[in-house]
């Protein structure tokens, strides 16, 4: 359905209800498929009753603690965008963000260090500004490289890691990997990568067909939200409203990863993990899985430290803070699914090329 | 959910003045249930006590924003003769809002407890000889004084090879976890360690035996929460030493059930 065809199907947002058939499938299918999962397995043990209940005790912890530490930088993540939403117009975007596609995939990537936002504070404030008509490299470098390359990620590495290799190995390559990816994307038309509501209210350079519609379509939704009075009160409601849109994300990108947590022994796939190359892709299996906080997923990785090799360490503190189950979520808010699945898969080739060189070349 | 709009909720759902009130509803809801979790003082079992004041900037935060739909709510007013035109990305569906509510229903039908002994059946408990504990960097910050020392602080204390003296006496609180793979202990305390919040949650557990007179395995239960005091005793084999308990008691579960690094 995302592949679907290139042309635009003519202002989906006047077909109704059709939008929001597509996300909320997938994110029915996930809650069936984690509660499953975690009542399966529990049933299967010999102290069945008791156990499915400490199991069930278990999962609603961890989900309700990676729900309490998200909520947090989402909803700051949501305010920003509102603000943006009322106060950043399109002119501005253009102005500041370079045009030519190195600079601006470049200057994507280094944009954390205004915005110190963590994985579930970046996305929303991606998806507002894709709206205010930035470009798709800038946008994407940006969501794929501000977890870590912000001051208190680095420090929060520094403090587990010191200087060395694993710190500004860590920064270098985030960097690398979310320029070359923001780079790949410049090729593609915002159309075909990012779901027509992110688009709605941009006037995105490549559709000019489509431009008196958006223009349109732009002044039903302010006054939608309060006629022509714009204002502070207008910017908190529309912060709610993508709070709201992303929460049902990370909510069922928490649940998932609270199942996968009860479920999956982590012994298991770190005595499988060993070899140059299988530990670089159980480090990643095991950052994806997990879908810890960036600010602190320096301290877990050093838990690892002695198992694992630096190599391998990367797989963890590179690919982890890109993608993991929750903010894989989180993207398909703003993404066609394809693009997701191309945000994920390029992210780990890449950190797998870069982990295993270093295993295999570097060593230590 | 073509359904959606045919049934008489759907179509209810779909007036803007519904749908701002249902909203703003459910952001004070997540807010008041924050809140409550904050009063409650069952926070820390989900986030560490560093972030303490992030969930409460999310409190102010979600009920400010909750708040604002009341403006929307006046001036829905206007707009309800043209509701097809408000039909955009932000509506939510009914399964929407049950999937935001989830946290507030689990959070209420369930229990709020901090991890326990179930958490450990696929967790790694690093028992002080293993090498894959906290690093030496956090060590720097290890307490000198015997008697106030945690888990964790012997733990790493022994991870970086220091012995227990003769005179040192443990003063520990942990709950009983019987692990198969230590055999001259009876059991093994235990506590989480938690850096962030309780998704990133470690073990560390120091192997107890218990001096004649006490009560033995068969009166302990797993998951209880007990205070030990004793000394510990060269350990073979396994590098860590075994705490031998000379006291041993019951004790309610701490306020902060999990250690910090």
């Known amino acids: 359905m995302g592949q679907a065809s290139p042309l635009p199907q003519a202002a989906p947002e006047r077909t109704g209800t059709r939008w929001y058939g597509r996300p909320r499938w997938g994110i029915a299918a996930f809650l069936v498929f984690a509660l499953m999962v975690v009542v399966a397995s529990s049933i299967n043990t010999p102290q069945a009753r008791f156990f499915a209940a400490e199991r069930f005790q278990t999962f609603v912890t961890i989900f309700l603690s990676l729900f309490i530490e998200a909520a947090p930088f989402l909803i700051a993540g949501s305010i920003v965008s509102g603000f943006i939403a009322v106060y950043v117009d399109q002119g501005m975007v253009e102005r500041f963000i370079p045009n030519q596609p190195l600079l601006a995939a470049l200057a994507g990537a280094g944009l954390g260090f205004i915005f110190p936002v963590c994985e579930c504070g970046v996305v929303p404030v991606t998806r507002r500004l894709y709206g205010k008509g930035l470009p798709l490299p800038v946008g994407i470098a940006f969501l794929l490289a501000a977890p870590v390359i912000n001051p208190v990620v680095i420090f929060s590495t520094y403090a587990a890691f010191g200087w060395g290799p694993v710190l500004w190995g860590r920064v270098v390559f985030s960097m690398l990997v979310a320029f070359s990816v923001g780079l790949i994307f410049h090729l593609a038309r915002p159309r075909e990568i990012l779901l027509p509501e992110t688009l709605a209210v941009s006037d995105g350079r490549d559709d000019s067909d489509n431009h008196e519609q958006s223009d349109e379509y732009d002044r039903n939704h302010d006054h939608d939200h309060g006629g022509a009075r714009r204002g502070v009160w207008q910017a908190l409601v529309m912060a709610g409203d993508d709070f709201l849109d992303m929460g049902r994300y990370l909510i069922a990108g928490a649940m998932l990863a609270a199942a996968m947590q009860t479920v999956v022994p982590q012994s298991t796939l770190l005595t499988v993990g060993q070899g140059p190359i299988i530990s670089v892709f159980v480090m990643m299996a095991l950052a994806y899985i997990l879908s810890v906080c960036s600010t602190v997923d320096a301290f877990i990785a050093l838990a690892f430290s002695n198992a694992f090799t630096t190599g391998s360490l990367f797989g963890f503190l590179v690919f982890g803070p890109m993608v993991d189950i929750k903010s894989s979520l989180l993207f398909l808010g703003v993404f066609r699914r394809r693009t997701v699945l191309y945000l994920i898969l390029l992210p780990l080739a890449l950190v797998a090329v870069i982990g295993v060189f270093w295993n295999v070349q570097v060593g230590v | ?261």
């Open chain 2, 1 to 261: 959910m073509t359904q959606d709009s045919a049934t008489i909720t759907g179509r209810l759902l779909r007036l803007p003045k519904v749908q701002a009130a249902l909203k703003g509803l459910l952001l004070l809801g997540l807010g008041i249930f924050l809140f409550t979790r904050i009063t409650s003082g069952t926070l820390n079992y989900y986030i560490s006590q560093r972030f303490d004041w992030l969930a409460i900037a999310a409190v102010l935060g979600l009920i400010v924003v909750g708040l604002s739909y009341r403006r929307l709510l006046q001036e829905a007013d206007d707009t309800l003769a043209a509701p097809d035109d408000h039909d955009h990305s932000h509506a939510l569906s009914w399964s929407g809002f049950l999937l935001i509510s989830l946290p507030i229903i689990l959070g209420l039908l369930v229990p709020p407890r901090p991890l326990g002994v179930a958490a450990l059946q696929n967790r790694e408990l690093s028992i002080g000889g293993l090498d894959s504990v906290l690093p030496a960097a956090v060590g720097s910050s290890l307490v000198q004084e015997s008697s106030e020392r945690t888990i964790l602080d012997w733990v790493l204390a022994f991870h970086q090879g220091e012995r227990p003296a003769e005179t040192d006496t443990a003063d520990v609180v942990g709950f009983v976890y019987f692990d198969d793979a230590a055999d001259e202990a009876e059991f093994t305390l235990t506590r989480f360690v938690v850096g962030c919040c309780a998704a990133d949650a470690m073990a560390v557990g120091l192997p107890v035996s218990v001096a004649a007179g006490l009560p033995s395995e068969g009166a302990l239960e797993e998951g209880e929460w007990v205070r030990v005091v004793g000394q510990f005793a060269a350990s073979t084999g396994n590098n860590i030493p075994v705490l031998v308990a000379e006291r041993l008691e019951a004790v309610p579960e701490p306020n902060q059930p999990y250690l910090y690094p």
